[in-house]
């Protein structure tokens, strides 16, 4: 749901192939006596060293947000000002040497280079506050004397995620101790594989095995309490968690923690647990691990509103616009009222280039000539894993057509197919990614990705046919937004010389692959699936549909198409007036003003 990766200098990639991962490798009756003693001292003393760092980080942190720092927040992270963290890694060091006379049948721990374990064990803090603060670490630090209660927030925070890791790691080390012993369920562990099962399969969540229940106590209980009584109106100061509410803020620090904690008891104990999934329980790269797809050769795009200079240049013009989806091919076309960059994104670790610089597209609403409004349920498969979308055709015939296009002197590229798109809902990824493209050179903007806002088939515009039926765009919602203000010289088919006013950006499309599609008889709801259709954007009274209803029984009984998927519409009896559930569509309501959302898939 998160995550930037940390810079360079701090992350030692090259230490993740110091620990040759043999996780089938097991001993049928078990370690000796001197074997567990060796096993238990390396992971003792690898926690010890994680606290040490963690300890120094967390007074870094304290001291930057107060000003006491005589050093960069950076260079104070690596800094060891009170020589703890060498004295627990030569404790490492001396310890381990003592009580290993050689490697264990199992797991696979190579007992003779405690320095890489030392510099595993420090690494991880580092890749922990990466992760929680994002790539500019100086800069998300929050002046105390500007934001006294963020200040308060970040230091409090990032304390009580040390604690939960310690919790984490000291749970592991208790179970494996129990289990090369023979103490635990299902008995006596004799291999890599089953620590793994024991340790970090616990049901029903897939994660350590929480005996005595400190996971809890510190990574929910404590966690949630530090994160409501010290955060609140300030827990989005953590860049690496994006714009979170405090649940938010809550779910990200964890799983940052699992992830982290996953790969770290991976490349010392051996073990080959799936961290991606251990993270959070879903395949979407948020551990850093990409989903094993095959994706399109096709760029993210970053989603301008747009407009014409001179309104007289607003392009009208009918066309054929074929796809998989079939129905009327017929298309009223408008706009252009956006702009596509291709962008480059940097995602939990994983960064995509940019494919191809000309590739612009032009962003064109359109209706068709003989409407019907039509549903689909579409599953798609990107970066974010799979989804379940509900794509629709408005009851006005409401589609949008995407037109490669030149911007300035960069395009159209010869590559790029025509999309006709659909109004879409369903998915809400909530991951933080970071973005850059020509408008953003040479800083990166970090975002949100949030709720599904169209899906993209390539198209056959006017016979011309397509080059890649495979490639497909799922275009997501993004915040915070930054209006830009630019006049850009573009050109398209329709129109070859046109400059638009470029503004805020709404939406990051990304290469998705369509895994299926089914035609409904309605939008794909659950609750209450009867409710009346009552408009969406571009439509008459656009986001402002639900608003219309002037009565709790039409409210009550009413969807509306947002911008940001299928919502009800609710009743808000202080204003008193009828309002969008959903994508923040509420946020206009009275304070305190709940709903519950009937129609999201």
Known sequence: MHRSSGPGYLIAGALLGLFILYPGLGHAQGLSKDEQKCVNEVNKNVEKVTKAQGKDIDKCTKDAGKGKLTTSYTECLTSD?????????????????????????????????????????????????????????????VDCDNNKDGCKCQAAVVKQMH??????????????????????????????????????????????????????KECSTKLGSTISGKCAGNTGVFPGCGAVDAAGLEACVDQIVECEVCKLLNEIDGLDRDCDDFDDGLANSSCGEAVPVQLPSLDH???????????????????????????????????????????????????VDIVDPLAHLTFYTGFLSTPVETFFAVTVRNQFGDQLLNASVGETGLVFALIPARKEQLGPSPDLDHFKCYLASGSDPNQVVRLQDQFDDPNEQVVTVREAAT???????????????????????????ISRNLV????????????????????????????????????????DPNRTFVGGPFEGNS???????????????????????????????????CFGCGGGGHSSASPGATCTDACIP
């Not at 070859?496 to 794909?524: A, H, K, R, Y």
């Open 301 to 351: 795009f970053k989603v301008y509103q747009a407009s014409p200079v001179d309104p007289n240049d607003l392009v009208q013009v009918q066309v054929t616009l074929e796809d998989q989806f079939g129905g009327d091919p017929n298309v009223q076309l408008e706009g252009p009222i956006a702009l596509l960059n291709p962008v480059k994104k940097t995602h939990g670790g994983e960064v």
């Open 543 to 577: 986001a402002g549909a639900c608003k219309s209803l002037l009565d709790q029984v039409s409210c009550d009984d009413a969807y509306h198409q947002g911008f940001s998927g299928v919502h009800s519409c609710f009743w808000d009896p202080n204003t008193p007036g």
């Open 455 to 481: 899906f993209c088939n390539p198209a056959n515009k006017n016979g011309e046919g397509i080059q890649d039926p495979n490639a497909h765009l799922t275009c997501y919602v993004i915040e915070p937004n």
């Open 81 to 141: 000002n009170k020589g703890k963290v060498v004295k627990a890694t030569g404790k490492l060091s001396s310890k381990v040497s003592d009580k290993c006379a050689g490697d264990p049948a199992f797991p696979p721990i190579n007992t003779s280079d405690t320095a890489a374990m030392n510099e595993r064990a420090k690494q991880k803090e580092l890749l922990l506050i990466n992760e929680l603060m994002g790539t500019d670490l100086d800069g998300a630090i």
């Open 163 to 216: 604690k939960c890791q310690n919790a984490k790691l000291k749970s592991f080390n208790k179970c494996k101790k129990d289990g090369l012993k023979g103490k635990t369920s299902p008995g006596l562990i004799t291999s890599t594989q089953e620590l793994q099962d024991a340790c970090m399969n616990a049901p029903p969540d897939n994660s350590i095995l929480d005996g005595k229940g400190k996971i809890a």
């Open 488 to 527: 850009v010289n573009v050109g398209d088919q329709f129109d070859p010389n046109q400059n638009l006013i470029v503004d805020e950006d709404v939406w990051l499309c990304v290469p998705s692959t369509m895994l299926d599609f089914q035609v409904l008889s309605g939008p794909l709801c659950i609750g």
